[in-house]
């Protein structure tokens, strides 16, 4: 079955880029939206962004400034960078896969497990 | 941004008992609603979507309703592997927001 698993550097310095890539792995990376979402003790789930398999993208206004999301259909993954981080950026990340195929709704079908990102010098 | 919120915070309940969650959206998002649970260190998994639709291999013991504002999701006949965290999400409007979560524990 489909599985998604994120990968990238659990620490990252302040005001320098977080960079996270989820892999796509037993199905294809295509005709989906693929979002990524951050969750801290604090604040709770809060979506970043969606990209499609053709390259559009879409952002949370919170973020926009900061981040761009990408896809690589060749290797069959997606990324995340925010760039400018600070002790408020750490979170554990997932990403996760709308279900409807070419059609955006924003519910997630499937998650990956979540990779925890600490902000800290 | 929609607020979402999830009643109680927390629930203590015991294997066999039937439990509700609810949860209110701060403006009507129509049946724009899913459901997931979430265990620590594993995926969150995907319940309901569409307010009361089941994703596939959900067993029907989970069940959700409601429109517009107000939303409800009801676990029948508690098992052990039923107590994680739940939480509600809206989809109806930019950005997609989440609420803050229901830990139901055993009692």
């Known amino acids: 079955q489909v599985q998604l698993q994120e990968s990238g550097p659990g620490l990252v310095k302040p005001s320098e880029t977080l960079s996270l890539t989820c892999t796509v792995s037993g199905g294809s990376i295509n005709s989906y939206y693929w979002s990524w979402i951050r969750q801290t003790p604090g604040k709770g789930l809060e979506w970043i962004g969606y990209i499609y398999y053709s390259g559009n993208t879409n952002y949370n206004p919170s973020l926009k400034n900061r981040v761009t999301i990408s896809v690589d259909r060749s290797t069959n993954q997606f990324s995340l960078k925010l760039n400018s981080v600070t002790a408020a950026d750490t979170a554990v990340y997932y990403c996760?896969?709308?279900?409807?195929?070419?059609?955006?709704?924003?519910?997630?079908?499937?998650w990956g497990r979540g990779t925890l990102v600490t902000v800290s010098s | 941004d929609i607020q979402m919120t999830q009643s109680p915070s927390s629930l203590s309940a015991s294997v066999g008992d039937r439990v509700t969650i609810t949860c209110r959206a701060s403006e009507g998002i129509s049946n724009y609603l899913a459901w997931f649970q979430q265990k620590p260190g594993k995926a969150p998994k995907s319940l309901i979507y569409?307010?009361?639709s089941l994703q596939s291999g959900v067993p029907s013991k989970f069940s959700g309703s409601g429109s517009g504002t107000d939303f409800t999701l009801t676990i029948s006949s508690l098992q052990p592997e039923d107590f994680a965290t739940y939480y509600c999400q809206q989809y109806n409007s930019y950005p997609i927001t989440f609420g803050q979560g229901t830990r139901l524990e055993i009692k």
């Open positions: 996760a896969r709308d279900g409807h195929g070419s059609n955006w709704y924003g519910d997630f079908d499937l």
């Open positions: 569409a307010a009361s």
